[in-house]
C-alpha cells in the first residue's frame, strides 16, 4: 500500500473525529446528533471499500486507545460496548458496502445516484448494527431502539448522504485523475 494512501485514509479518520465533535444531544435518546455519519459517507465513497475500512478502523481504534475522536470528545472501549458503540461496527460494515457500490463506477450523473445509493445502503447497515446494540444495552425492544435510535436521525442522514453524494464524486475523480487513489 503506497504513503500517499495511507495518508488519505489517515485524513478522513481525522475529518469523522472532527465531524463528530459536532454533537447535539437529544433527551429521549443515549445517541446524539453528530456529523460522524457524514465523514463516514465521503471515506467510503472518495476512498473506497479497501482504504474506506481502513480510515474507519483507524477512527475506531484511535478512540478506542484513548483520543477523545468519539462524539461529545469520548473515547475509551466503554463506548464501543455501551449504548452507541453499535454504530462504530456499523460504520465499518457500512463503509465496505459503500466503497463496494462505488468502485463499481461513479462517472457522470449515474455516478452520483449511484455514490448516493451506496450511501443510503451504508446508513442502514449502521443504524442496523447500531440499533441492536442500543437494544440489547438499554435492554430496549427492537421496536422502541428503533424509535430513539434510528428514526429521529434519517431526515438529516439522508441530506448528509445527498450532499456527501455530490462532494464525493469530483473528489474521487480528481484523486484518481492525478494517480492519487
Do not use: H, N
Not at 485524513?11 to 460522524?36: K, M, N
Not at 468519539?70 to 457500512?94: D, T
Request: aromatic share 8%; hydrophobic share 60%.
Amino acid at each position: 500500500m503506497k504513503t500517499r494512501s495511507l495518508v488519505l485514509a489517515a485524513l478522513c479518520a481525522a475529518l469523522i473525529g472532527a465531524l463528530a465533535q459536532v454533537a447535539v444531544p437529544l433527551p429521549f435518546s443515549p445517541v446524539p446528533f453528530t456529523g460522524q455519519m457524514l465523514g463516514v459517507f465521503l471515506a467510503g465513497a472518495v476512498l473506497g471499500r479497501k482504504l474506506g475500512v481502513i480510515s474507519v478502523l483507524a477512527y475506531v481504534l484511535l478512540g478506542v486507545l484513548g483520543l477523545p475522536v468519539f462524539a461529545r470528545g469520548m473515547s475509551g472501549a466503554s463506548v464501543l460496548l455501551g449504548p452507541s458503540g453499535g454504530y462504530l461496527v456499523g460504520f465499518v460494515a457500512g463503509v465496505y458496502v459503500l466503497g463496494f457500490v462505488v468502485e463499481r463506477g461513479m462517472e457522470g450523473e449515474r455516478g452520483y445516484l449511484r455514490s448516493a445509493a451506496g450511501m443510503l445502503l451504508c446508513l442502514v447497515i449502521t443504524y442496523l448494527f447500531g440499533v441492536m446494540q442500543l437494544s440489547l444495552v438499554m435492554k430496549l425492544s427492537f421496536k422502541e431502539a428503533l424509535l430513539v435510535g434510528a428514526v429521529p436521525f434519517i431526515p438529516v442522514d439522508v441530506v448528509k448522504a445527498l450532499l456527501a453524494a455530490r462532494v464525493a464524486v469530483p473528489v474521487r475523480k480528481a484523486l484518481r485523475s492525478a494517480g492519487m487513489l
